[in-house]
């Protein structure tokens, strides 16, 4: 019986020279629908670098930073700007008729063979052309186990096809750029910087020679890499060089290289703009994961960007000892609303160098003013010339009695408002909200670009000194829509800038007017006096602020073309010790805005159709002998067309003492005794009081006043003395306390109860 025929494939029943010729023909059909049909420029194009490159407007580089955490590829380094040791030693290393042959160096190849057949040790007959064509096509990528014999075959192929299509320069520039040199090591960027720390056109000839030797067995143990790299050292020297002497200087290559291969100076993110860099590549990937560019062109300005980080590292530098380490600033062009400059942190100077300062939140003190002020005047509650009251004052709230303080813990009794924004006053600004209404002031603040989390009525009257929180930049683009007259647009980190439309957020008229104030000298002088680092030599507006416990410091201001805004504090929240608006924020404000205006003038706004100016004088008529006592000097004034007066005065009733009334027990007729008793009493504060110790006082300043009425007082707090007389200062502390008057018996006239809220200040030892 026949045995039943096995039905085999047709290649399988062929000689295997049959095989073989047909497995070339179908490499070869492969090859041309894949890697090797490549051009060079495509090539160049789809490559993929490790990092993004943050550009600044004009294509200078401010940041590379790392985005693939599984390969390190540099930048795609052109031939030109490799080192000529470097390029000289992979081509003697590995192909040494390089420019001779035609993809297959066959010479090589025979000699290859010929070992194999005797079992001799050999480099191998495999070209850069051939390697390259492996690196450029997957499926002949070398495994494990080696190449098949398929695979070489395909190398063959395709390494023909490129030496026809690619010249000789771009399949070195290639190879380079794309081959493997150790561990996550991909190309001859990341290696150089990584491994020599130094560009590529800077490697040497014995730092050349690590690299070839790398490019042959990129994983190879230290011994193998010092042998192979002395063998291309030797090569590379001129003939007739002896060894010891020259490039052929083998001695210290163990030395040399062993630091190499431990070195890893190629760090994740480098440059001056690192939280930039991030912001843009978090934007890239939202609201869906993309692509990340390889490079970004923002609207920095490079020299401007790297004056603003120094500047800021130096002054907290000057403020070492003060405990404050942490500081952000960003600038923005008035008319576009391009970011200029964007620094999140002092780098190195603090312990939470990735916080990007920028965008935090913080709560803003004294900065939140100048919007209050505008939008009253817009509103026609008040006009630049009113008069407001800066006297001790208590407002009830749900969490107790709220009374406001001064930077200098000083009240100046009846002032302007120029006086009032200008000099920062507490009082007024929170007897200003009183009149708008905190939720109002909270919606005004939501149109010029400010979010908040609560509303108005949350904050409450705390709101007017900057209760609340913001971030640097949305403060910074709201100081922006007062130098354009109250109109509000988006800020951009890109160029070019994409076309946004303005909205008008607070009215012009007003704004010009709070710009005025913020301008004038004379307005701070109080607080600041006349000649302090806010002053400029060219026209600029600008307000300081600080905010509770000397926790965040702010300067922010803007001039024709430019709003600068700074921040410096903690990032950890933490105190800063004797750090207030002039010497925090405002020194760096100055001299980066000196900076922008070196050789650029900057003018003062025209007034918009709707403002007009007025000739004002102010007095007082309840002045005693000698008639009304001017509280301010005459001058001229904007109003909005249709509030302006000439004469601006007080009432008599409006300087009786805000605290009244006596203690004495209602329907009964006080004995001498008693009524003795109740002579002698404190009159300010009263009990209830709740003090929120103001961060915009410097601790020398830290003190709260007490005043009592009687004769021969003896002050005691808690128990203990601490002054003599009608008045006493005393430095706060947090806690609760009970103050009393005692006469020289001791016996207690009266007390109050207080409470203190906030930091205190630690007394000197």
Not at 685 to 713: C, E, M, W, Y
Request: charged share 20%.
């Amino acid at each position: 019986m026949p045995t039943p025929h096995t039905h085999r494939p047709y290649l399988a029943n062929r000689p295997i020279g049959v095989r073989l010729v047909f497995a070339i023909l179908l490499v070869a059909i492969h090859v041309h629908s894949t890697g090797s049909t490549a051009t060079f420029n495509q090539t160049r194009s789809s490559y993929q670098p490790s990092d993004t490159l943050v550009l600044d407007r004009n294509g200078e580089v401010l940041h590379r930073l790392r985005i693939d955490a599984t390969v390190r590829r540099g930048q795609w380094v052109a031939l030109a700007d490799i080192s000529p040791a470097l390029r000289t030693a992979l081509v003697l290393s590995e192909d040494k008729r390089f420019y001779e042959h035609s993809g297959v160096d066959w010479q090589a190849a025979t000699s290859a063979a010929w070992a194999n057949l005797w079992n001799t040790k050999t480099r191998g007959a495999s070209t850069i052309t051939m390697q390259l064509a492996g690196l450029l096509d997957e499926d002949l990528k070398r495994n494990a186990g080696g190449r098949s014999v398929v695979q070489k075959i395909g190398q063959t192929v395709s390494a023909s096809v490129l030496e026809r299509s690619w010249r000789k320069d771009q399949i070195l520039e290639a190879y380079l750029n794309l081959v493997p040199f150790r561990g996550e090591l991909v190309g001859i960027d990341a290696m150089s910087q990584t491994l020599f720390d130094k560009a590529p056109h800077g490697l040497d000839a014995r730092e050349a020679a690590v690299a070839a030797a790398l490019v042959r067995a990129p994983n190879a143990k230290q011994a193998q890499v010092v042998q192979r790299a002395c063998a291309v050292l030797q090569s590379l020297a001129p003939a007739g060089t002896k060894r010891g002497t020259g490039m052929a200087d083998c001695e210290a290559l163990d030395l040399f290289t062993t630091a190499v291969l431990q070195r890893r100076d190629y760090a994740a993110s480098e440059g001056f703009a690192p939280h930039v860099a991030r912001q843009l590549v978090q934007g890239a990937t939202r609201p869906a994961p993309a692509p990340i560019p390889r490079t970004f062109k923002t609207s920095l300005h490079a020299p401007l960007q790297r004056f603003a980080v120094q500047t800021l590292q130096q002054h907290l530098r000057e403020l070492a000892g003060r405990h404050v380490e942490d500081g952000a600033l960003v600038v923005l062009d008035n008319a576009t609303g391009e970011v200029l400059a964007w620094v999140g942190s002092s780098g190195a100077l603090s312990n939470a160098a990735e916080v990007d300062g920028v965008t935090a939140l913080r709560q803003p003190g004294s900065t939140l003013k100048p919007f209050l002020f505008g939008q009253a005047i817009a509103e026609r509650r008040i006009t630049a010339a009113s008069l407001l009251e800066d006297s001790g004052t208590q407002i009830q709230t749900s969490a107790g009695l709220y009374i406001p303080q001064n930077y200098d813990h000083q009240f100046k009794g009846w002032v302007s408002a120029r006086t009032a924004l200008g000099a920062s006053l507490n009082v007024p600004s929170v007897r200003t909200l009183i009149m708008v209404s905190p939720d109002a002031f909270q919606k005004q603040l939501v149109k010029l670009g400010i979010p908040f989390k609560e509303s108005g009525d949350y904050y409450g009257y705390s709101l007017a000194l900057g209760s609340a929180e913001v971030s640097l930049l949305n403060l910074t683009n709201a100081y922006r829509a007062l130098a354009n007259g109250g109109r509000v647009s988006a800020t951009s980190l890109v160029a070019p800038v994409p076309k946004r439309p303005a909205v008008q957020a607070l009215d012009p008229r007003a704004a010009f007017i709070v710009g005025d104030i913020l301008s004038d000298p004379y307005a701070r002088a109080r607080t600041f006096g006349t000649d302090s680092v806010l002053a400029t030599r060219f026209w600029s507006a600008v307000k300081t602020g600080t905010s509770k416990d000397m926790r965040d410091n702010w300067a922010m201001g803007y001039s024709q073309r430019y709003t600068v805004g700074v921040w410096v504090g903690n990032a950890s929240g933490a105190p800063m010790w004797d750090v207030s608006g002039t010497t925090g924020a405002a020194p760096i404000w100055a001299a980066v805005m000196n900076h922008l205006h070196a050789k650029q003038p900057s003018r003062p706004p025209k007034a918009p159709p709707g403002v007009v100016q007025a000739a004002v004088q102010f007095a007082d008529p309840s002045a005693k002998a000698g008639g009304a006592t001017p509280l301010e000097a005459a001058r001229a004034e904007w109003f909005v067309q249709g509030t302006q007066q000439t004469t601006f005065a007080i009432n008599s009733v409006a300087n009786a003492s805000y605290y009244s009334g006596a203690r004495g027990q209602k329907g009964s007729s006080p004995s001498a005794k008693e009524a003795t008793q109740q002579a002698a009493r404190i009159t300010a504060p009263t009990t209830g009081t709740i003090i929120a110790l103001d961060p915009d006082i410097p601790p020398k300043h830290q003190r709260v006043s007490f005043a009592a009425q009687g004769n021969n007082l003896r002050w005691l707090m808690d128990g203990k003395p601490f002054a003599k007389g009608t008045s006493a200062q005393w430095l706060p502390w947090p806690g609760r306390h009970v103050v009393q008057i005692v006469d020289a018996k001791g016996q207690v006239l009266d007390e109050v109860r207080l409470e203190v809220r906030g930091a205190g200040v630690a007394a000197k030892r």
